[in-house]
């Protein structure tokens, strides 16, 4: 989707010049301006305030944050290009589609019913930090932390009984996600109509599309709830977020200052990236069930569910190479199988 001109003006204007930001007692100071989606309220905005303190207090001012928030520096794909060109040296809580920009491999994470909870989700996170951070470094990032989309569902706005159900609804295929398209396109949809995201209200109110895909949350947020009376709470698909950093930018900073940086981010974490996230996916849930959303029943939820496993699981081979290499795969796939010994879950 273009921009108008004038927030194309606005963000030239605020990215300015590089990082570099003058002298104070001698030593240089940096300003390091990184970009996100997240709209600028409640504690996720608080918290990145704490951080900017912190920051600017433990390395006595020779770093300092600025944050601009709520899509002022354009979509995901203008941020990684922004931080390519040094007008930002960073970005925060990227989705897939910003990450997979800088580095494809991070969508092995997206790979239909992978994940079977959360739990899984945050052991391999966190066991694998090392490799992932090493795959962005070789695209000329630093990883700084990871953040949650979460996991997304199925939504129509007709009753699912079966699996033919399945293959009638009109369902939407976002465009620019080639990987989950075939995904939906194999798990059984057999009526995908691509839209852009900010098309899919209107495709919904319009009955172009008689289902969407989306987290609970974005469900609401985005306004599609009144259009999607039914779902299918079997998680399909898991999307991680993440900070990310220009390497050659941070390679400028001082080993103890670059260590302050990261910490900063690290230790909130868990915070902003995760509990807020899904706080706040409990109340939107929580919230559509008061509001009448139907869930389909648990049985035959259940009994598509496998269905569209045993269609969707050949991708993962088939997408060896061209997104995600063969030992990246092997390696969640280990740390998942480690996970559930421990846990005794076959």
Do not use: C
């Amino acid at each position: 989707m273009k921009k108008p001109a004038f927030l194309i003006v606005v963000a030239l204007i605020l990215a300015g010049s590089p990082g570099y930001a003058g002298e104070i007692k001698g030593e240089t100071q940096y300003l390091i301006k990184m970009a996100t989606l997240l709209p600028e309220m409640g504690p996720s905005r608080d918290l990145v305030y704490e951080m900017k303190k912190e920051l600017s207090e433990r390395t006595g001012g020779r770093l300092n944050l600025r944050v601009y928030f709520g899509g002022v520096m354009g979509d995901e794909p203008d941020i990684v290009r922004k931080i390519r060109l040094g007008q930002l040296q960073g970005g925060m809580m990227l989705t897939l589609l910003g990450l997979g920009q800088i580095s494809p491999a991070v969508k092995v994470l997206q790979l239909p019913f992978l994940f079977d909870n959360r739990e899984e989700v945050d052991y391999v996170l966190n066991m694998m930090r090392p490799e992932f951070a090493r795959l962005f470094e070789e695209k000329g990032m630093y990883f700084v932390d990871w953040s949650e989309i979460g996991f997304g569902y199925f939504f129509s706005k007709d009753p699912i009984n079966n699996f033919e159900d399945i293959k009638k609804v009109k369902m939407v295929a976002f465009t620019g996600d080639p990987l989950f398209n075939e995904a939906e396109k194999v798990a059984g949809f057999g009526n995908l109509i691509p839209l852009h995201i900010t098309e899919t209200l209107t495709g919904l109110q319009t009955g172009l599309i008689g289902g969407t895909y989306v987290p609970f949350v974005g469900l609401i947020a985005l306004q599609w709830a009144p259009y999607a009376k039914y779902v299918l709470n079997v998680p399909f698909s898991y999307s991680p977020g993440g900070a990310v950093v220009d390497k050659n930018f941070f390679d400028r900073l001082s080993p103890a200052d670059r260590e302050v940086f990261f910490d900063v981010f690290r230790k909130r974490e868990r915070e902003i990236g995760f509990e807020l996230v899904r706080k706040m996916e409990r109340e939107a849930y929580d919230s559509l069930l008061k509001r009448g959303m139907i869930e389909v029943e648990k049985g035959k939820a259940e009994l598509i569910a496998s269905e569209m496993k045993k269609r969707t699981r050949p991708l993962y081979e088939k997408f060896e190479g061209e997104y995600y290499p063969a030992w990246l795969l092997k390696e969640v796939l280990d740390r998942l199988e480690e996970y559930r010994a421990q846990k005794g879950i076959k």
